[in-house]
């Protein structure tokens, strides 16, 4: 059964630094995956996708992700935090029909 | 452009009562999907419609039904309220046969239920 799992339930970085958060996914084929960001309260917004080619996918706001088979991953990264980057960020994966399944989240702080 | 569209933002229901969720997609779409997301949950897939057909059911209660109407808007019904339905609901719509827009949609800003 597919399934995504996101190692770090919160993670706190300081404005300025880079930023990594780490998805793996558990796919038979190959994956169509996701990185989403949801604010307090708010809606679930699109940061970028992945469907095939080329493995490292830009994103807005400055995000990018990279896949890799290998490693069953797809981690997401920013070089320099803003703190307007605080929120809950889930990574998703596609399981047919459209219908995505979403890991646990990870909740991120930025400090000033 | 246009976005999804959810009614009502927020709601508040007293247990064993009936609440009716409204989603309406982005013009042209065909399909819609519904999830709940309980607190600090992640979002959890409920059901979907494409051309007014049920297309795919996940963990949906019994006492929850759904529809997808001719105008391609959606309701997701839901009775007999328990305090543990208290959730952000999200719907998401795209369009079926096109790759690129069956996946990575973006979601309505939510109908907050609250279950007292």
């Known amino acids: 059964a597919q399934s995504v799992t996101q190692p770090d339930i919160h993670i706190t970085v300081s404005e300025g630094a880079s930023l990594e958060l780490r998805c793996n996914y558990s796919?038979?084929?190959?994956?169509?995956l996701f990185w989403y960001v949801q604010s307090p309260g708010q809606g679930l917004q699109l940061l970028l996708k992945?469907?095939?080619?080329?493995?490292l996918v830009q994103g807005i706001k400055g995000f990018e992700a990279e896949f890799k088979r290998s490693q069953s991953s797809f981690n997401l990264r920013k070089p320099s935090v803003h703190w307007s980057d605080a929120a809950e960020y889930f990574c998703?994966?596609?399981?047919?029909?459209?219908?995505?399944?979403f890991g646990q989240g990870t909740e991120l702080s930025v400090k000033p | 452009a246009a976005g999804v569209i959810q009614s009502p933002r927020h709601l508040i229901k007293e247990k064993r009562e009936t609440a009716t969720l409204k989603c309406y997609p982005i013009?042209?779409?065909?399909?819609v999907y519904w999830y709940q997301q309980g607190p600090g949950q992640d979002p959890q897939f409920l059901i979907s419609?494409?051309?007014?057909?049920?297309?795919d059911k996940g963990s949906i209660p019994d006492r929850f039904s759904a529809q997808q109407f001719s105008d391609y808007h959606s309701e997701l019904n839901m009775s007999s309220l328990e305090l543990g339905d208290s959730a952000l609901y999200f719907c998401?719509?795209?369009?079926?046969?096109?790759?690129?827009?069956?996946?990575?949609?973006?979601f309505g800003s939510g109908t907050r239920l609250t279950v007292v």
């Open positions: 998401a719509s795209s369009v079926t046969g096109i790759i690129d827009y069956n996946y990575g949609y973006t």
């Open positions: 992945y469907f095939s080619g080329d493995t």
């Open positions: 998703a994966v596609g399981a047919g029909g459209g219908k995505l399944i």
């Open positions: 013009p042209r779409h065909d399909t």
């Open positions: 419609f494409y051309e007014k057909m049920q297309s």
């Open positions: 796919y038979g084929a190959t994956p169509y």
